[in-house]
């Protein structure tokens, strides 16, 4: 982790890996997170997804070189998510073998007895109190308790 231009905190990078039909959840799940990272007290989060992608610069490229810059992956399942070829052959296999921490995060429920989860199954999901964020009537303690899980997994 580098440290941020005037802060001792150090930066980490967070790659948001969702399907864009969840793009509604996405957008509520997003803005939550990013008030919560914003007002960090043991490091400068910079949380990354596809929106952030300047006109004119080659996708591809931008996603692969933020996928491999990430030291925290979510993985927002869904059956979208699921369904998704792109995440399935481009994100998916750089999450689970380089990022140094995945923390996979139900969006909307699936199955995971009878839905491919396309190797996540080996890895604890967040949820709270059993829900995803999409089922969750508590959506703020949701992402709070996701910002707590984050921080406990890099701190010391």
């Not at 914003?38 to 931008?62: M, S, T, V, Y």
Request: glycine content about 6%; proline content about 4%.
């Amino acid at each position: 982790m580098s440290q941020a231009q005037g802060s001792s905190r150090p930066i980490v990078r967070i790659f948001l890996s969702y399907a864009h039909d969840d793009g509604d959840q996405i957008q509520r799940f997003r803005a939550l997170l990013e008030r919560h990272l914003k007002a960090a007290r043991h490091f400068d989060f910079d949380l990354w997804w596809d929106g952030r992608i300047p006109i004119g610069a080659r996708w591809r490229d931008e996603i692969e070189a933020r996928l491999n810059a990430g030291q925290v992956g979510l993985a927002c399942i869904s059956p979208a998510f699921l369904a998704s070829e792109f995440i399935e052959r481009h994100e998916l296999p750089v999450l689970l073998k380089q990022t140094p921490h995945l923390v996979p995060v139900l969006l909307e429920d699936v199955s995971f007895r009878y839905h491919d989860t396309k190797g996540l199954e080996e890895r604890q999901v967040f949820m709270l109190d059993g829900k995803g964020f999409a089922a969750s009537r508590r959506k703020d303690a949701f992402v709070l308790a996701l910002f707590e899980r984050i921080n406990e997994l890099l701190l010391p």
